[in-house]
């Protein structure tokens, strides 16, 4: 038991250590890249090929679906600005991220806080798949779970996103519709230094502007807390001041209004309760006794 632990606080220094170097050397966080850093850490442990294996498909449709989340904007292009900001002025009475950047934010200067915000929202890849390769190491079942719900998370997304293309706090101020919100981002990132430039399939992509409702940034957070909180217990509320610090930091940045947060819990619940239906159901099913006669693959 000592052994475990020993190695999951070695494996977790490392993560850390390694998404904090990739944020402070200009490198984007992305599936593509962000797998190189789990598979060195399969190499510590021995165990690559396996890791391939079960890996490969899971990364090859969640990258999937940045690429046609890519194209959410070109497939609908009435882009819907009002609507979070009545959501967010009916909740509180006013905008919350006007309110924070009001108390917080100081023009000109870059505050430690900037800083914890940036990262904070730069976990957005990094953690959930850190957290799936942990489950990965713990109990390979519990890895498919988690994948499967974060793969339906983000397509549920993806759907919406065409469906509803949303813009955010500081588009909406950009484009007249929201006064005097700063798009802290653009001003933390240019004191970060941009010496390397990792290749990536990612720069083959367009950025989608207007997918900010659900926030998936909200939504990949919960998602991690509530499976912790399956697999692990108690100890998953380990997990809580990370989704609280996400969701505070992207209401900050001005990224994401409240409006986008709330939808985010809703779909990442929804996944969670999702994943656990399909998996009941697959325990129970003639195909996974059929499955198992003949070949190794499941899909829980």
Known sequence: MAYHKVNFFFFLSYMVFMTAFMIWEG???TPDRYVLV???????IHKTRKFLMDWLPFLFILISYDFLRSLAGILNSRVHFQEMINFDSWVFGQNPTLFLQKIFYQTGEINWYDYMATFFYFLHFALP????????????????RFANALLILSYAAFITYVIFPAAPPWLAS????????TKILDVTLK??????DLPTIYTTFNPNEVAALPSLHAGYPLLVLLFALRFFGK???????????VWWSILY?????????????????????????LFKLWQHSKIRNFLEKFSTFSPF
Do not use: C, M
Not at 38 to 44: Q, R
């Open 191 to 196: 004191s970060f230094p941009e010496r390397l």
């Open 27 to 29: 490198i984007g966080i």
């Open 174 to 181: 950009k484009d007249g519709y929201l006064q005097g919100v």
């Open 253 to 277: 940045l001005g990224e994401h209004y409240f409006a986008d947060i709330f939808f985010g819990a809703i779909y990442a619940f929804a996944a969670f309760y999702l994943t656990n239906l």
């Open 235 to 245: 100890k998953g509320a380990f997990f809580l001041p990370y989704v609280l610090g």
């Open 129 to 144: 798949l850190s957290f799936a390769f942990i489950l990965w190491l713990k109990n390979r079942h519990y890895f498919k």
């Open 38 to 44: 789990l598979i060195l850490g399969s190499l510590f």
